[in-house]
Nanobody, 124 residues
């Protein structure tokens, strides 16, 4: 089992930045691909970004590419998401997730473990 706990969410003005963190416990995340998803009430959970086990390959949704950066520190068992130039459309609950699969990182069904989520609110 992998336990994931997100932090770093909050309220920020449009154009601002936030850095989300995900602390893992139970197992080392070096054995897992990791991803960030987000969800707005009443809508499906959307892919945001993902990173392979070694951190050498990253994937981004078109809506965040160039503004968000996913990274991982396997030694510290943590995952991060640096979010810059935020817009109100980025407002959502952000979830950290881990998968033992080595493909389809953009699909939420690929992931085995999920955090509880952290709220990000961007005001206009």
């Amino acid at each position: 089992q992998v336990q994931l706990v997100e932090s770093g969410g909050g309220l920020v003005q449009a154009g601002g930045s936030l850095r989300l963190s995900c602390a893992a416990s139970g197992r080392t995340i070096s054995n897992y691909g990791m991803g960030w998803f987000r969800q707005v009430p009443g809508r499906e959970r959307d892919f945001v970004a993902a990173i392979t086990r070694s951190g050498t390959i990253t994937y981004y949704a078109d809506s965040v590419r160039g503004r968000f950066t996913i990274s991982r520190d396997n030694a510290k068992n943590t995952l991060s998401l640096q979010m810059n130039t935020l817009t109100p459309e980025d407002t959502a609950v952000y979830y950290c997730a881990a998968t033992d699969a080595m493909y389809s990182y953009q699909r939420d069904r690929t992931y085995n473990y999920w955090g509880q989520g952290t709220q990000v609110t961007v005001s206009s």
